[in-house]
């Protein structure tokens, strides 16, 4: 079975700090791994995916990923935060096969202080 | 616009009621989903869809009933609605090897 694993609930930076959300995978097979945001009252939003291609994925927004095999990880960073990126940030992982299932973290929550 | 749409955005229910959440899709994609939202616990899936006239169960399916009517639609139904089943729910779709796209929710609060 696979599962996500995001460390850390609530993470606040300030304006202009480093980034960095944590998410750990368990998976049987090579897996598919995937960043949502979400802002608030609204849906979720692609932010980048890993697909077994480059283990360094750019997504939108500044953010970034690295796939580490070694480490099972898939953390989420940006060089220097913006208020705007204050949302909740979801990290899920799939086995890309035919019925495509997403498994979710329970999410972490991004505060940026001015 | 392109994308998942669903209806209604907010609803409020008296235990035991039922309805049905609507979901549409317009990019031609095989497999759909219904996930609930729940503070502290993520996404959990429902049911899922992979392709058109074939529906599945996912972590938590009790109470609740889909339909994949077409390629465009699927539904999810509760048929007696509980205060355990006040949640967010999203319908998704999706293309094999790729991430999904989200419907903006549908509020549902059982009293």
């Known amino acids: 079975a696979q599962s996500v694993t995001q460390l850390g609930s609530h993470v606040s930076v300030s304006e202009g700090a480093l980034v960095l959300l944590r998410c750990n995978y368990s998976?049987?097979?090579?897996?598919?791994l995937f960043w949502y945001v979400q802002y608030p009252n609204q849906g979720l939003q692609l932010l980048l995916k890993y697909t077994s291609a480059a283990t360094l994925v750019k997504g939108i927004n500044g953010f970034e990923a690295e796939f580490k095999k070694s480490e099972t990880s898939f953390h989420l960073t940006k060089p220097s935060a913006h208020m705007s990126d204050a949302a909740e940030y979801f990290c899920?992982?799939?086995?890309?096969?035919?019925?495509?299932?997403?498994?979710f973290g329970t999410g972490t929550l991004l505060a940026v202080q001015p | 616009n392109a994308g998942v749409t669903q209806t209604p955005k907010f609803q409020v229910l008296k235990t035991g009621q039922s309805m049905t959440l609507q979901c549409a899709q317009d990019?031609?994609?095989?497999?759909m989903y219904w996930y609930r939202q729940d503070p502290g616990m993520g996404l959990r899936l429902i049911y899922y869809?992979?392709?058109?006239?074939?529906?599945d169960k996912g972590e938590v399916p009790n109470g609740y009933n889909v339909s994949r009517l077409n390629k465009r639609e699927f539904s999810l139904r509760l048929e007696s609605a509980a205060p355990s089943q006040t949640s967010v729910y999203f319908c998704?779709?999706?293309?094999?090897?790729?991430?999904?796209?989200f419907g903006s929710g549908t509020r549902l609060t059982v009293v």
């Open positions: 998976s049987s097979v090579p897996p598919y």
């Open positions: 998704a779709s999706s293309d094999t090897g790729y991430g999904y796209t």
């Open positions: 990019m031609n994609h095989n497999s």
């Open positions: 869809s992979a392709s058109e006239g074939t529906t």
């Open positions: 899920a992982v799939s086995d890309g096969g035919a019925t495509n299932k997403l498994i």
